[in-house]
């Protein structure tokens, strides 16, 4: 049974991780698209009032066990079902998605690079770079539209959760980083730099 190449890409919040991670994964054969997002914990039975405080940034709010649990099963060549996670709403969808691993997995997320757990899967670890007010701008734009959350309520958010959560918990691990990118830049650029740091680990 063959085992895939993992990669794992972290950075701040709308640094361009995911649209980096899909791009990759088009520019590579056989490689799949792991988002960290869908680890996000149902919150089903949370009443509404601890649910208006939850904070979606601190690494608690992620099922780290599903999570290693996951991506040792494909580290190993066996495929998962991954989960669904439902904006706004933070529930999870009863069925998920069968992923089988190929040649390469891309773990896409804030904290990609956070657990040690995840680390030791990963062939190679990749930090995407961006300024704070880059970062506030592009979640804006992209929250209302694809988690229906208010402007007043993403600032709320990003100031009192987003901001102080990478601050202490995300922005160091790009010293965990094979390779720091800047998110900024054509993406065209940023997927080279990732294809010849492969070939230079023979992957």
């Not at 030791?120 to 506030?136: E, G, H, I, R």
């Not at 988690?147 to 601050?167: H, N």
């Not at 830049?185 to 992957?203: C, F, H, P, W, Y």
Request: hydrophobic content about 40%; proline content about 4%.
């Amino acid at each position: 049974m063959s085992k895939p190449c993992i990669i794992a890409i972290g950075g701040p919040t709308c640094s361009g991780k995911s649209l980096l991670s899909n791009s990759l994964a088009d520019n590579l054969t056989d490689a799949a698209v792991i988002s960290m997002d869908s680890y996000y914990r149902d919150l089903t039975k949370v009443d509404s009032a601890e649910l208006e405080s939850w904070n979606f940034d601190h690494p608690a709010s992620l099922d780290y066990n599903l999570l290693v649990e996951d991506i040792s099963r494909l580290a190993a060549g066996r495929s998962i079902l991954k989960p669904i996670y439902r904006y706004p709403s933070h529930t999870r969808a009863a069925e998920g998605i069968e992923v089988i691993p190929g040649a390469y997995i891309i773990l896409d997320g804030l904290y990609a690079l956070y657990w040690e757990a995840v680390l030791d899967y990963c062939q190679l670890k990749v930090f995407v770079s961006v300024p704070d007010a880059v970062c506030l701008q592009r979640r804006l734009r992209r929250d209302p539209v694809e988690r229906g959350f208010t402007t007043d309520y993403i600032e709320m958010q990003y100031q009192e959760t987003v901001r102080p959560m990478y601050q202490k918990y995300v922005h160091y691990t790009r010293e965990r980083a094979d390779l720091i990118l800047n998110g900024e830049d054509e993406i065209k650029l940023s997927v080279e730099s990732i294809l010849n740091m492969l070939a230079k680990i023979g992957k």
